[in-house]
């Protein structure tokens, strides 16, 4: 206890990180009928949150990593332990985590005002918050794998916030599930790890990959099964459908679960153990491979749905596969760099459709666009700077980490995977400002709001506003958007933070890295970056924005292909399919018939014996009381007998 | 004549005289007082081994004197459901308690 005072360093850690806990339990506690008191409690919790972690990264910002931790298992050669884990990777997660949190509760004060479950809405965004931030600065894999999963869960009561409407359940449950799905692989690496090395602190794993003390068979086979967890948390090919369905929670949630929590847990992970995966060339094409089938299909996907909070969900995805493209192409600064600028532009986006969603009660962009969509000036504004960001636009925040992340996929042996992630910001620019032109330039102009309009929209959105306290959303919005436009100017020193102590165990991806960056191909790489961003830009204004124009999208003259699109490629009947005739079909069935047969027939069975042997043996009960006394006491006798002779 | 034998012959004839009672006997009450026997019969063979056998007078007599409030107990017990009986059956005959039979 008095370590804790003395050191301002464990103050803060331990302070900052678990605040939001203690105001989830005194909403859930005290506090739960008094919605206000709870929103400023929660508030208040995650601005010290962000606030400690804000001080840690401003304190330890040239300090070497410190690690603080007590050993929580220790048998033979099995050694666990819990504690904090402070350096660059995690201090900056922790930032991003809190800062976006923070905003993003502030914002819900507006969103969220006059629900019906207020209270219980903020005590999951504190527990989110916590779990995020605790998995952050874990010291250990199993410590990370416990928040982890504390992520998971809070994510799932989030989704599910709105559950008396069926499909938000649904959304609940299919997020958790196909999370467990990745989950267990993650587990099963660990404990393939557990049995191999013994320990599971992120340093020591770090550095026992690094300086090959691991077997490549462990180191890959371990390494693809953690893997797994990516690609359930991060919403990787295969797992990736559950993250457009995810909004049906809250707006904000949303906000908040595509830019710094929920999906960012697995790419932070990645990065966490990046020089553990780097350490194995096999698992590292593999996870490259994943990276860039999630972002090509998921990008094609965002290409055809009027959905606005889901073309947002699918640029999140292919968002996602970019980073691990990015990691797995060796680029640990520029998946890192994309993380966090698309945490600040994709809060950003999806903030800025909640303002939208909450005025015009729909979730479709054409009708947004002709109930008047472009007279929320603030909200448009910043929503197109984050559509320039997401795009690559030069000078927003996301043209630098995706010009890094194409200078690393340049370096790679293969330009077929440059070239996929140029086809993917193409994509990425094309659907973004398909939507941004739908708003702004809707077909046959505004028409009049109409209440009727309300009842008959596609997407009938259930959500009830009460209340409407529209600068509390605002000003979180314009706080992103500010963000978005300062954070891609301090990559040069956010790159040194992030790579100072990485330089030593790994000198010769650095020199390639930067070779890559200022060597001979990177004007050509730049030049070539900006104008796929322009011309996807340039394709959505000619389709949708030009007087004139069809409004239509060149995918409507192949029907099949938008319907491919739309229905996903098909991969949710796929799924669906496969669960009604392995799982259901299969597995549910024969555990139903080892259940009635094996373990109700064998209870049965007894108990029918049983019976069947007191009917038989029910003839020695006589009812005469003294002839059963006399066998006894002959019995007694007999025994006597017996013993003395 | 004051040995240890003749008392066993004694609380030996007094638990056959008992046991006899207890099978033989269709009256309930009877079926009580023989057990009332076969106790007075144990009884007397602590008291006659703690007399002849042990050199702490105590012991016997302290569980003679436990297994009399025993007795008292049981005839207590064994009296309330005889009566229990009675009024059900009208009849204190063990030979008509025979609802239980299999």
């Not at chain 2, 009399?68 to 005889?82: C, F, K, R, Y």
Request: aromatic share 12%; charged share 10%; hydrophobic share 50%.
């Amino acid at each position: 206890m008095g370590s804790l005072i003395a050191d301002p360093v464990l103050l803060a850690t331990v302070l900052g990180t678990n605040l939001p806990f203690l105001s989830m339990a005194a909403i859930l506690l005290f506090t739960r009928s008094n919605p206000s008191l709870s929103g400023k409690m929660s508030v208040g919790a995650i601005a010290a949150a962000a606030v400690c972690s804000i001080f840690l990264l401003a304190k330890l910002y040239s300090a070497s990593p410190i690690q603080y931790h007590t050993l929580w298992l220790s048998s033979d050669r099995l050694n666990i332990a819990f504690g904090y884990y402070l350096d660059p990777l995690s201090l900056l997660t922790l930032a991003i985590v809190g800062v976006v949190a923070c905003l993003v509760q502030i914002y819900s004060l507006g969103y969220m005002a006059g629900d019906p479950g207020y209270s219980r809405y903020y005590a999951f965004q504190s527990l989110f918050a916590w779990a995020m931030m605790n998995m952050v600065i874990a010291g250990s894999m199993l410590q990370l794998f416990v928040f982890w999963e504390m992520v998971g869960l809070a994510s799932y009561f989030l989704i599910g916030f709105y559950y008396e409407k069926w499909s938000a359940s649904q959304a609940g449950k299919k997020a958790f599930v196909m999370n467990r799905v990745g989950d267990v692989g993650f587990f099963l690496g660990l404990i393939w790890l557990v049995i191999g090395f013994g320990n599971l602190g992120i340093p020591e794993l770090n550095h026992a990959a690094s300086s090959n003390a691991l077997p490549q068979s462990l180191l890959t086979v371990s390494a693809l099964l953690i893997f797994c967890g990516v690609v359930g948390k991060s919403a990787q090919f295969p797992l990736l459908t559950w993250l457009p369905d995810a909004m049906e929670g809250p707006t904000p949630v949303s906000a908040l679960l595509h830019s710094a929590t929920m999906v960012a847990a697995g790419v932070y992970m990645f990065s966490r153990l990046f020089p553990f995966f780097a350490a194995s060339p096999d698992a590292m094409v593999i996870a490259l491979a994943i990276g860039t089938v999630t972002m090509l299909l998921s990008s094609t996907m965002a290409m055809v749905t009027y959905d606005l909070k889901q073309v947002w969900a699918y640029s999140t995805v292919s968002q996602l596969g970019m980073m691990v493209m990015a990691l797995a192409a060796g680029g640990y600064f520029a998946g890192v760099f994309h993380l966090t600028t698309h945490a600040g532009f994709k809060a950003l986006l999806f903030l800025c459709s909640g303002i939208f969603i909450h005025e015009f009660h729909t979730n479709d962009m054409r009708i947004i666009g002709k109930q008047g969509g472009r007279k929320l000036k603030i909200p448009l504004v910043c929503m197109t700077i984050g559509a320039l960001a997401l795009s690559g636009f030069p000078g927003l925040s996301g043209f630098f980490s995706k010009e890094a992340i194409l200078g690393q996929l340049a370096t790679q042996p293969s330009k077929i995977w440059l070239y996929a992630g140029l086809l993917g910001a193409v994509m990425t620019a094309y659907y973004s400002f398909r939507l941004i032109f739908h708003i702004l330039l809707p077909k046959g102009g505004i028409e009049e709001k109409h209440h009727a309009e309300h009842a008959h929209s596609s997407h009938e959105h259930e959500e009830e506003h009460h209340g409407y306290i529209f600068w509390a959303m605002a000003i979180p919005v314009m706080i992103l958007a500010g963000l978005t436009l300062v954070l891609g100017w301090i990559e040069h020193p956010l790159e040194h933070f992030l790579t100072s102590h990485v330089v030593q165990a790994h000198p010769v991806q650095h020199v390639a890295e930067h070779a890559a960056e200022h060597g001979g191909g990177g004007g050509w790489l730049m030049i070539t970056g900006i104008s796929a961003g322009l011309l996807g830009i340039f394709a959505a204004w000619f389709e949708y924005g030009r007087k004139g124009a069809s409004r239509k999208g060149f995918l409507s003259y192949f029907p099949a292909i938008w319907k491919l699109f739309d229905y996903r490629w098909f991969l949710d009947m796929f799924y669906r399919r496969s669960l009604d005739t392995f799982v259901y079909g299969g597995l549910t069935s024969l555990f139903t018939k080892n259940d009635r047969r094996i373990i109700d027939g064998g209870i049965d069975g007894i108990c029918l014996l049983t019976e069947g042997s007191g009917r038989v043996f029910s003839f020695l009960q006589s009812g005469m009381l003294q002839y059963n006394l006399l066998i006894m006491v002959l019995a007694a006798g007999a025994a006597v007998l017996y013993f003395l002779y | 004549m004051n040995s240890l034998p003749v008392y066993l012959v004694v609380s030996a004839l007094l638990f056959s005289l008992g046991l006899l009672g207890i099978l033989q006997r269709r009256n309930l009450i009877g079926m009580l007082i023989a057990v009332e026997l076969l106790l007075n019969s144990a009884n007397l063979n602590f008291m006659a081994f703690n007399r002849f056998l042990t050199p702490d007078p105590v012991t016997g007599q302290v569980i003679a004197l436990f297994v009399m409030g025993l007795a008292a107990a049981e005839a207590a017990i064994g009296l309330s459901i005889i009566l229990a009986l009675y009024r059900k059956m009208h009849s204190i005959n063990i030979e008509r308690a025979q609802r239980l039979k299999g």
